[in-house]
């Protein structure tokens, strides 16, 4: 009950303390971030740092044995990777309370690598996925996403990336991350899957604000711990929507998972099953 009584206390002092007027924040080369609309759902809390978020980038293909990390604030670096533009590009991104050394992700990415040839590219934000005040993670997630639309940007530039073939999979937060990117990008990318994607201070703000239709030439959605009491969302907005088992509680799971359950506050057992859809994807 601690985590949810200080998510649930931050949010009160923050809606109650945020100024009438916009906020905004600049960070260098990645320019400003302001709270004006539609980004009205973090209750003035606005992203963090580069430095505090902690975005890590990493290429896997068949032909290196070992990852490696992408920089887009160093084109060259980028351009002497394995990165094949001629490969359909696979970008899995994490979401609240996960980081690189989340499980799935690792088998995802071998499941991929182990079907076919692809660039697979892991996104790592834990630093900024991991605060207990998770107005701030869902705020963190706007840089993320500017930061990943600068990579692909540099991977058009230096390798010829067509993004007509670039598939996004965001689970979570990292779901509505991968909105974000087509729309930094001014650019429909190939595809965006979103597993599950996040519902508090989400599916209550409308379409700007999360993943749909709009964010890819084609979108699907697989929903498994749905609002209301879920941590998911519960709303129709991709091309294609599943919802698991009906998309609210998913089998072998407890009966009472919601957000006020303080052992499934993290990752409800419910959110965590759509993992295991890597089959949907391949």
């Known amino acids: 009950m601690l985590q949810f009584l200080l998510f649930s206390l ?6 109650h303390s945020a100024p009438v007027s916009a906020l905004s ?12 609309p539609p980004y009205t759902n973090t209750l003035g809390v606005l992203p963090g740092s580069p430095a505090e978020v902690g975005t890590r980038f990493f290429l896997y293909t068949r032909a290196s044995p070992y990852p490696e990390q992408l920089d887009y604030n160093f084109p060259a670096n980028v351009n002497r990777s394995s990165f094949d533009p001629e490969l359909p590009t696979k970008v899995i991104i994490h979401g609240y309370q996960n980081n690189l050394q989340t499980v799935w992700l690792s088998r995802m ?20 996925a991991t605060t207990i005040v998770y107005p701030q993670s869902v705020s963190n ?15 058009w530039q230096t390798k010829g990336l067509d993004l007509n073939s670039v598939h996004l999979i965001g689970f979570s937060l990292g779901a509505h991350l991968a909105g974000y990117v087509s729309r930094e990008l001014g650019y429909k990318v190939g595809r965006i899957t979103g597993l599950d994607p996040a519902g508090p201070l989400f599916q209550s703000f409308g379409e700007p604000i999360y993943l749909d239709r709009n964010d890819a030439i084609f979108v699907d959605i697989i929903h498994s711990n749905g609002l209301p009491g879920g941590a998911g969302t519960f709303i129709s907005h991709g091309h294609v ?23 499934r506050v993290k990752r409800p057992c419910s959110q965590n099953k759509v993992e295991f859809c890597v089959p949907l994807f391949l």
């Open 141 to 155: 997630t706007r840089i993320v996403a500017r930061q990943l639309a600068r990579l692909l940007l540099v991977l």
């Open 25 to 36: 924040i600049c960070y260098g080369n990645l320019g400003c971030f302001t709270d004006d």
């Open 10 to 15: 931050a949010a009160a002092l923050l809606y």
């Open 109 to 128: 990415k071998d499941a991929f690598l182990a079907t076919d040839e692809y660039n697979v590219i892991l996104v790592g934000w834990g630093p900024g």
């Open 241 to 263: 929507d599943f919802f698991s088992n009906g998309g609210a509680h998913q089998p072998g799971c407890e009966a009472r998972e919601d957000l006020i359950n303080t052992e």
